[in-house]
């Protein structure tokens, strides 16, 4: 019957199946295995899925009792857990794009390449190029990036190395980039590429988990430099950097103390937090970037609470109709509506501060490039 269905009719059929049936169908016949595993079928399962919305959520937790990392996949629709299975420790999930997961181990400085779907891992090699630090100074990876090159059909990943001095490693300031390196996956190596000319600090919290928001093309983190915030993005195809400060309401407002950012409908969104003039409520200003590298395209959408010091949640990331998703002080995932202004609690509870999560797609992409 394969050899009797036209092959683009076989395509059309195929794209509509799951990542587990394709890699059963792949052992049907050789015209299958090779329609499967070539990179155009690949792309435009890519893309059915993405016209589709099938669409999952990746949530990096810890268990309360045994203390083991977990990644659990939930229904992007609905919010419902599907299935958990063990992270290797001290692996932290740090992004995905295209049905590849980036993971990386802070300890021994190593990044890995996952398709949870497929089951391939790959250890990123560490890079050959030379570093240098002056005496008395490191050279430490203060943030990693991971996205996709569409000009080159390629992933990558960047990331940014700074001098800093051992004693001051938990200062904001503590630092000056010295070297930006690019990993390209199809060419399996690291190469340099220009370091940002202006002087920028990550900030430490963002760092640990890396340039953490994804969205056309661009890695992005939260930082600090010219004695303000900015937001600091890497373009994956051009491989240039762009910074687009924060807007002057949120300089100018001595009571805000921290931000962070994610994606919002393929946006940058800027979550602030505020205190009241007391200093006893908090609640967190909600920002939507429209153009990267211009400021003035920073537009405020809504704030959330007001919160005391006790019941402060903890910003998580966006999901679908602009909903906030949080962590609670219990280490509860809960879901704000912007609309109803009620929060909502989820099947998903872990060690306090241990919730991260990348939204997530199943894909044929492979871990080795384009061998």
């Known amino acids: 019957m394969a ?3 036209p092959e683009d009719l076989v395509t059309e059929i195929l794209l509509w199946l799951p990542v587990a049936s394709l890699l059963l169908c792949k052992c ?4 299958w295995y ?6 155009n079928f690949v792309a435009k399962h890519i893309l059915h899925n993405k016209k589709n919305s099938n669409t999952l959520l990746l949530v990096q937790r810890r268990d309360e009792i045994t203390e083991i990392d977990l990644v659990s996949t939930l229904s992007y629709e609905t919010l419902q857990l599907l299935h958990s299975q063990p992270l290797p420790p001290p692996f932290l999930v740090l992004g995905s794009c295209n049905g590849l997961v980036c993971l990386r181990d802070d300890y021994a400085l190593r990044v890995v390449l996952w398709n949870p779907a497929t089951k391939e891992t790959k250890v990123v090699p560490k890079s050959n190029l030379p570093h240098f630090a002056p ?4 050279l430490g990876i203060d943030a990693i990036g991971f996205g996709f090159d569409a000009k080159t059909n390629d992933y990558k990943i960047i990331t940014l190395l700074t001098i800093y001095d051992p004693l001051t490693i ?4 503590r630092g000056k980039m010295a070297q930006s390196e690019v990993y390209s996956l199809s060419a399996d190596s690291w190469r340099k590429v220009d370091t940002p000319p202006f002087s920028i600090s990550p900030v430490y919290s963002s760092s640990v988990r890396g340039m953490n928001t994804y969205t056309n093309g661009m890695a992005s983190l939260e930082a600090y430099g010219d004695n303000r915030g900015n937001l600091l993005s890497f373009d994956m195809s051009n491989e240039v950097f762009l910074k ?13 103390d921290w931000r962070e950012i994610f994606a919002l409908n393929e946006s940058i969104a800027m979550v602030v937090l505020v205190w009241d003039k007391g200093m006893s409520e908090i609640c967190y200003d909600i920002w939507l970037l429209l153009e990267v590298g211009v400021k003035d395209s920073w537009t405020k959408l809504f704030s959330i609470g007001p919160f005391t010091d006790f019941q402060q949640p903890r910003p998580l990331g966006f999901w679908k109709n602009d909903a906030v998703l949080f962590e609670n002080l219990d280490g509860q995932m809960v879901w704000y509506d912007p609309s109803t202004k009620e929060m909502t609690n989820l099947p998903i509870h872990g060690e306090t501060y241990s919730l991260h999560f990348v939204t997530y797609m199943e894909t044929l992409v492979s871990v080795n490039g384009r061998k």
Do not use: N
Request: hydrophobic letters at 30%.
């Open 3 to 5: 050899k009797e269905l």
């Open 28 to 31: 049907v016949c050789k015209s």
């Open 34 to 39: 090779a329609l499967i595993t070539h990179q």
């Open 135 to 138: 005496a008395g100074h490191k």
């Open 170 to 173: 938990h200062d904001h300031s």
């Open 244 to 256: 687009t400060p924060e807007p002057d309401d949120v300089l100018l407002d001595q009571f805000s």
